[in-house]
């Protein structure tokens, strides 16, 4: 197992002239993140992970400050994982123009749905900073995680839209034994929160395992599931098709957010709507 090499700066970035596999995270890693970097390793000859805490991405009384940092574990994480090199900029190298600056990337009508409604200004932080990591880190292919799933789609459609050229990939999500979606926020739980938690994954399954009877058989479920579970404050429970439009016959994808107490959890979940039986509940 060899140390990653740790990069802070773009000059060093320019000096790996091999093709490259990327994986941005913001530190805190868990085993969802080294399933990501697993995935990416053969992808490129060399795995470049970075670890940045992207404060645009956080409205104010959101949780930047608090954030878990754990950077000499994460290393440790990205060892483990086969990554060469570790990029871990400063926030002045990530914007020389001040967080305030006045290029930012627009997520579009996309970003202002589900996580984009609770949260008005998250996905032009991460589509910003996802975007300056793609210039500088110059990856060829990028892999980010299933669980934030409305994350991924817009980063797809920035690369598409923007004419990036970057393989981005997705990657399903990591539970622990119980359900509970891998996340670096699953540290702020207390030991009852922690408990309650898996009632969101239960309330998804509930809703895939009700599927062939339709839209609105899947909403039903899911919220009998949720409905009852003690500790849990609903923001969303949403069934939309694959690329988060309304549901169709097909692939479709049941969205859930929740605070557990402070924290506030994502999860969803595929399943396949029949073709006759939208919203007909038989
Ligand atoms: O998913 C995350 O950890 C972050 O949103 C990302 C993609 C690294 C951007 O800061």
Redesign the pocket.
């Known amino acids: 197992m060899t140390t990653p090499a740790v990069v802070r700066t773009s000059v060093e970035l320019r000096e790996l002239d091999q093709s490259i596999s990327f994986v941005?995270?913001?530190g805190a890693l868990h085993d969802g993140h080294v399933q990501l970097m697993k995935h990416a390793r053969p992808l490129g000859e060399t795995l470049v992970a970075s670890i940045?805490v992207?404060p645009t991405?956080f409205a104010p009384g959101e949780d930047f400050e608090d954030y878990p940092r754990t950077f000499d574990a994460d290393l440790e994480r990205c060892a483990e994982a086969g990554v060469d090199v570790v990029f871990a900029p400063a926030v002045q190298t990530m914007y020389p123009e001040g967080t305030e600056g006045s290029i930012t990337v627009d997520p579009g009508p996309l970003g202002t749905i589900l996580e984009g409604k609770s949260r008005p200004t998250h996905f032009r932080g991460?589509l910003t900073?996802?975007s300056k990591l793609f210039g500088l880190v110059r990856p060829d292919v990028a892999v980010?995680g299933e669980k934030?799933y409305q994350?991924l789609a817009l980063i797809k459609q920035m690369n598409d839209a923007l004419c990036l050229g970057i393989d981005v990939q997705g990657c399903p999500t990591v539970r622990e034994a119980d359900g509970l979606a891998m996340s670096s926020r699953n540290v702020y739980l207390t030991a009852e929160q922690r408990a309650q938690a898996p009632a969101l994954h239960a309330a998804l399954r509930a809703g895939a395992a009700a599927s062939a009877r339709g839209a609105d058989a899947v909403l039903d479920a899911a919220h009998a599931v949720i409905d009852s579970a003690p500790g849990i404050e609903l923001d969303y429970l949403e069934l939309t098709s694959a690329d988060l439009g309304a549901p169709a016959p097909g692939d479709a994808r049941l969205l859930i957010a929740a605070r557990v107490g402070k924290p506030r959890l994502l999860d969803n979940i595929h399943l396949t709507l029949p073709s006759l039986a939208i919203n007909e509940g038989n």
């Open positions: 941005p995270t913001m940045f992207n991405q991460v900073v996802v980010f934030d994350q």
